[in-house]
């Protein structure tokens, strides 16, 4: 059964730092990692997808990496905005199946950014 | 582009009760799933569906019920309310294969009492 751990469940930086966020799965035979960021009383919108053959992704000040090897997957934010205050979640599929986006999700990183 | 569109967003109910949470979309998306958020334990799976006619269960899916009749709709049944449902729920759709950009609805938040 996939298991996805995200260290630290909380974090608070000053405006300005450069930070990493981590996440760890226990089956590495996966097709893809995804994050995605949920603000408070809403919904979860996609950040950055990276498919099994890629080794990271990136999206403006966002960049995602993956070890399947090893399990684990880092999101780097440069740059740290009062706006990037949010919980950031990863998830990956939840069986060994290409032909449904079932997944199974992390707990998230609380991220709060002080002005 | 309404996107994935779910109603109520809150709810009380009395336990014993029973409730639909409605969840549409309108990307033309085969696959669509109800997912449950409590705290410190991320989103499980409670069903999902792959196309019109054709349901599954998740990792959660005792007390609830699912039925896809067209390929917008995706609604959630809870049977017989119990404070154990007390949580909030999303519904998610995406294109069938994995590695497609899955869309979350706002979410709607439950209390069972």
């Known amino acids: 059964k996939q298991e996805v751990t995200q260290i630290p469940a909380a974090l608070s930086v000053p405006e300005g730092e450069n930070l990493v966020l981590n996440c760890s799965f226990t089956?590495?035979?996966?097709?893809?990692l995804q994050w995605f960021r949920q603000d408070p009383g809403k919904g979860l919108t996609s950040l950055l997808l990276?498919?099994?053959?890629?080794r990271e992704q990136t999206s403006g000040r966002l960049n995602a990496s993956l070890d399947k090897s090893s399990g684990r997957s880092t999101l780097y934010i440069a740059a740290s905005q009062p706006g990037d205050s949010a919980t950031y979640l990863c998830?990956?599929?939840?069986?060994?199946?290409?032909?449904?986006?079932?997944?199974?999700f992390g707990a998230g990183t609380r991220l709060t950014v002080k002005p | 582009n309404a996107g994935v569109t779910q109603t109520p967003k809150f709810q009380v109910l009395k336990t014993g009760q029973s409730m639909t949470l409605q969840c549409a979309q309108d990307?033309?998306?085969?696959?669509m799933s109800w997912y449950r958020q409590d705290p410190g334990m991320g989103l499980r799976l409670i069903h999902y569906?792959?196309?019109?006619?054709?349901?599954d269960q998740g990792e959660v899916p005792n007390g609830y019920n699912v039925s896809r009749s067209t390929t917008e709709d995706f609604p959630l049944r809870l049977l017989s309310a119990a404070p154990s449902q007390t949580s909030v729920y999303f519904c998610?759709?995406?294109?069938?294969?994995?590695?497609?950009?899955?869309?979350f609805g706002e979410g709607s938040w439950l209390t069972v009492v």
């Open positions: 990307m033309n998306h085969e696959y």
């Open positions: 998610a759709s995406s294109y069938r294969e994995t590695g497609n950009t899955i869309y």
């Open positions: 569906s792959v196309g019109a006619g054709i349901t």
């Open positions: 990276i498919q099994s053959s890629q």
């Open positions: 089956d590495s035979a996966i097709y893809n």
């Open positions: 998830a990956v599929p939840r069986r060994r199946t290409d032909n449904n986006n079932d997944m199974r």
